[in-house]
Every structure is written in C-alpha cells, then in structure tokens.
C-alpha cells in the first residue's frame, strides 16, 4: 500500500504543477534517487521504487538521466538478486561524479594537511608543494605544450590539457594578447586560504607558454573564472618580425618610450600610446 499523500511519479499530481513546480519536483526526486543509490547501492530499480513509492518508469527515467550525466553506473545484479524469471535484474549505484552532490571533506583534509606542513617545515615548503602539485598536474604533456610554435597556439594547448583535468578551460582572443579562462577550479577553497597553489599555477604557465604571463582573477578569491592574460607575442617574435637577427650577444630588443606600447600590424611596426588601440 502507498503513503496517502504521496503520488506516483509523472501522475496527475505533477502533471497539475506548473513548469517551475514541476522541474523542483524533478529536481527533488532525482536527489532522493541519487541518495537511495548512495546510501544502498548498489541497488535495484524495483528496490529503489519501493523505498520511495514511485512508479518504476519514473525511477528508471531518473535513473537513466543519472547514468547519462556521469553520476551514477548499471551492473549486473548478483545472483542472489536474480531469484526471478526473465532478464537479469541490475543494480545501480553512484560514481564518484555523483558522491560529489552530497559533499565531501577533501578540502578540509587538503587545508589541514597544508597547515601542518606550514607549521612544521615553514612556507617554503608549502610553495614546493604547490610548484610539484603543477608540475604533476600537467604531466608529460608539458612537452606537447611547449612543442607548439607560438605563445597564443601554447596557450590553446595548455586549455585542453587543463580541461582534461577537470579545468572547464578555454583560450580566447583579448586584444593584443590571449584570455586563458578556467572556469572550474578543483582546489579553490584550498587556494582561497592557501594562495600559493595559484601562485605556482601561474609560475608554470608562464615557463609553458614562454613569456610573462599576468593573473587577472581567480575563483579562490570569489571572481567567477580564473582568468590569465597571455600576450600575443614574446621577444623571440617581435625581433623576428622586425627582421633583427637576435642570434648574436649584442642583439636586444628595440624599447619603446615609457608611456607607449610596441605593437605589429601586418609586418610592420608601430608605438602606440599604451592602452589605446590602432585606428
């Protein structure tokens, strides 16, 4: 017999909902889904019906999105779950994308271990630590970054392997220079007490992409990326434009006055106040 008062999933309770109390109420079963399945798993559909007094077209909908979000995986039931007739029941249970929704307490292990390690070998230790934490994080395709011929085409490739771990990170056009933007930042509430993680994060990417490199915002300090600007060219190819061998020892890069700026345009070379752009 069903609780009084709680109807079936996609029956005419919801169906009276509007749009918006509709999706909350969506919203609201997929959680409880995703905790049976946190709490139990690995468990059966049935199972997870009966525990919640939902149809079982429902659970598997949820289920199927859960699956398809990366937040949770299907296997085989044991045998012992598979006493009836017919196909093989299967179980289900979280990934550990999905344990991410119900929280966790690396960060806190994370702080704590820094502290103990500031406390006990000094800061000095702490910046070692968040300069082999980079170095571990881009891996061996650190070469394949600074293989690539140019700073902007660097900072593509450094985009890509910082997605691939998680980053969100994309490489854009900004002016005279490249935005690299990392929208999701694992370690930020680490960082926000421990700034030099992001301090050595953008030590790296300047050795990477082979010029200086300028942090405008972080997530660790509550901006909504971390946002590092690039330029467009280093030393090596504003000389080689200016047609200047730069082989030899005596060979420097001309200096603008200081209130201008060096740019190039289609080969040739101009000084524009700095700041302004080109008309």
Do not use: W
Request: some cysteine; proline content about 5%.
């Amino acid at each position: 017999m069903k609780t009084a008062g709680r109807p079936h999933e996609g029956e005419s309770a919801v169906a009276e909902q509007g749009p918006d109390q509709g999706a909350a109420a969506d919203g609201g079963t997929r959680l409880a889904v995703a905790r049976l399945l946190l709490e139990q798993g690995p468990i059966t559909a049935a199972a997870v019906a009966g525990e919640l007094e939902l149809s079982g077209a429902a659970v598997r909908r949820h289920l199927d999105a859960l699956i398809a979000d990366g937040e949770a995986e299907a296997r085989q039931a044991s045998r012992r779950a598979n006493r009836g007739r017919g196909r093989p029941a299967r179980e289900y249970l979280l990934t550990d994308a999905g344990r991410v929704r119900f929280g966790h307490g690396y960060d806190d292990l994370a702080a704590s271990a820094l502290r103990f390690l500031a406390e006990t070998a000094g800061g000095t230790a702490v910046s070692a630590f968040a300069e082999n934490r980079v170095h571990e994080l881009l891996g061996p395709q650190a070469a394949e970054i600074r293989e690539a011929e140019s700073p902007d085409a660097r900072a593509d490739a450094l985009a890509k392997v910082l997605s691939a771990r998680g980053y969100a990170a994309q490489a854009r056009s900004a002016g005279h220079g490249v935005q690299l933007c990392q929208h999701h930042c694992p370690v930020a509430h680490v960082a926000a007490e421990f700034p030099e993680l992001c301090e050595a994060e953008t030590k790296a990417f300047a050795q990477l992409l082979g010029t200086h490199v300028q942090r405008l915002a972080t997530i660790a300090r509550g901006d909504a990326t971390c946002t590092t600007h690039v330029p467009l060219e280093d030393t090596s190819d504003v000389l080689r434009r200016l047609g200047t061998d730069h082989s030899g020892p005596q060979a420097t890069a001309p200096v603008p006055p200081e209130d201008h700026a060096l740019t190039t345009t289609t080969g040739t070379t101009t000084t524009v106040p700095t700041g302004r752009q080109p008309e």
